[in-house]
């Protein structure tokens, strides 16, 4: 599905670029597309034309990394995905499973590898491809051995209906237990300016090549709030709070994928702006 030769330039190309697993490259912002649903994460958006609007100005912007999940919806969102890009040329488009929907804001792990299983496939004719770029386990269901939740992502992976797998929300021991079944390319944890608790994960990560992609990098907006490091910085560098928390995450390792998510064309730009963004030592 990707070709890099086919994405042009863009902001977002001053971010620079990663390699996820063996040589699936991507810049190193991305797009969150979780926000583009209805309220609660769930159902169609109220504005379909504006979310398929903002999923191509991404791209015309250089962002060639989307990350979606069969959960955001449910469903909803890889349907605006493959409504707006596809076939995509260039674009890497990033998927989940792994928790299952009951209604608005409400997730419930689910790892049974037949779900898990199920859940691919229906990504796969949702996105219309024959192989997901990346595969990433939503969470580790608590309730099922956890070897059998990352031995279905290597099957997966050795029948050729994904290319790269990642985790979610884990830990450097499950990084490391997953490791001994299948590659991990990359893990998504929560990670921005006022929540660093999975620094020790980073570092793992870092210290592997393992693209780790934060979530909610600028803290779901509360970081373009008055009054804390990121304004003050902001005033400094001319720039926007939020663009200063994406631009110290992207500082802050070399394997740091960001993917803010906004339904506003107005705040998508502002945040491919960060690519460009180069903060002082003093201010890191």
Known sequence: M?????????????????TLGADLKVR????????????????????????????RR????????????????????????????????????????????????????????????????MSLRRLGVETLDLFQLHRVDPHVAADEQFGLLADLQREGKVREV?????????????????????????????????DDVLRHCTEHGIGFIPWAPADAGKLAEPGNAAERAAEKFGATPAQVALAWLLQRSSVMLPIPGTSSLEHLEENCGAASLELDRETV
Do not use: H
């Open 28 to 55: 190193r912002l991305g797009y969150g597309a979780m926000r583009l649903t209805g309220e609660g994460i769930w159902g169609p958006p109220k504005d379909a034309d504006n979310a398929l609007a903002v999923l």
């Open 166 to 198: 990642g985790l979610s929300q884990v830990s450097v021991a499950e990084i490391e237990a997953a490791g001994r079944i299948v590659d991990v390319a990359s893990v998504q944890n929560r990670y921005n300016l006022v929540d660093r608790s999975s």
């Open 2 to 18: 990707t070709d890099d030769s086919e994405v042009g330039g863009g902001v977002v190309a001053a971010s620079g670029q990663f």
């Open 58 to 121: 991404a791209v015309d912007l250089g962002v060639d990394f989307i990350d979606t999940a069969d959960s955001y919806g449910p469903y909803v969102s890889e349907e605006l995905i493959r409504d707006a890009l596809y076939p995509y040329r260039g674009v890497t488009v990033a998927t989940k499973a792994g928790l299952l929907r009951t209604g608005p804001n409400k997730w419930i792990p689910c790892g049974r590898p037949d779900y898990l299983r199920q859940e691919a496939e």
